[in-house]
Nanobody
Framework: QVQLVESGGGLVQPGGSLTLSCEASGIIFGFYAMGWYRQAPGKQREWVASLSTLGMTNYADSVKGRFTISRDSGKDIVYLAMNNLKPEDTAVYYC???????????WGQGTQVTVSS
């Protein structure tokens, strides 16, 4: 059974930092591209960052320079370090694991991030 379990969300003031974690089980972690998405109230889910199996990273323009995606393959965990947070970063953040060659795509349950003073 595949599970992606996010943690690390919470309430933070503008300009603050948070690091989200996503622990994977039930998959061969190194075979999957990992990503973070977010969904704000009343909006569609949007892509935030991704990390390929070869270690290449990509970021949405809105978070570039502020967010960093990384993985600890020994622990099957992917992180999203978020700095200089803004109120518009408020959303539920979802972890994603994708193996495109086999059309496999998995989601976590989400973790809430609220940026407010």
């Amino acid at each position: 059974q595949v599970q992606l379990v996010e943690s690390g969300g919470g309430l933070v003031q503008p300009g603050g930092s948070l690091t989200l974690s996503c622990e994977a089980s039930g998959i061969i972690f190194g075979f999957y591209a990992m990503g973070w998405y977010r969904q704000a109230p009343g909006k569609q889910r949007e892509w935030v960052a991704s990390l390929s199996t070869l270690g290449m990273t990509n970021y949405a323009d809105s978070v570039k320079g502020r967010f960093t995606i990384s993985r600890d393959s020994g622990k099957d965990i992917v992180y999203l370090a978020m700095n200089n947070l803004k109120p518009e970063d408020t959303a539920v953040y979802y972890c994603n694991a994708k193996r495109a060659s086999l059309n496999m795509n998995y989601w976590g349950q989400g973790t809430q991030v609220t940026v407010s003073s």
